[in-house]
């Protein structure tokens, strides 16, 4: 009976751990599905695509930043729990190993984030004064004369 209540207690603790994520998922879903009939309503009446959505923000270009900093303070925190847990009960290393396994993964994608930046940006950022080919300027030797181009001689 005792491990039937233990059972029943793990259950009832990961359904209130979960039941938020449940509700955003939820409230998500039903956006959705409420902009996808204003959509279509447009498009029913007339009113370009264009005019419905907003532009979307660019990123600041930052954001290997925030993974990577984020990924090496999950990995401390999991490193943490591990000099810790062995005095413990096995909960303690599982809770490690899953903190230090998400820090990798940030670690991971805030490398390629920073691999990939510099081919996303927008081409505008790119035409900089220092970036442009200078005009080429000619002597005045180097030219041709206007009667050479003619053919007409004086």
Known sequence: MGELLKGITVFVIFLGMSSPLLIIGLVYYFMKRFEHKQILAAIEKGTPLSELRPPKKKQNGALWIRSL??????????????????????????????????????????????????????????????????????????????????????
């Open 69 to 154: 900093t984020f990924g090496i303070a999950l990995i401390i925190i999991g490193l943490a729990f591990l000099i810790v847990g062995p005095g413990q009960e096995g909960e303690i290393q599982v809770v490690a190993v899953i903190f230090f396994g998400i820090g990798i993964a940030m670690l991971i994608r805030g490398l390629l984030y920073r691999k990939y930046q510099p081919q996303s940006q927008s081409p505008a950022k790119n035409d900089t004064a220092s970036n442009k080919k200078p005009v080429a300027v000619s002597k005045s030797g180097t030219l041709p004369q206007a009667d050479e181009d003619t053919g007409q001689k004086d």
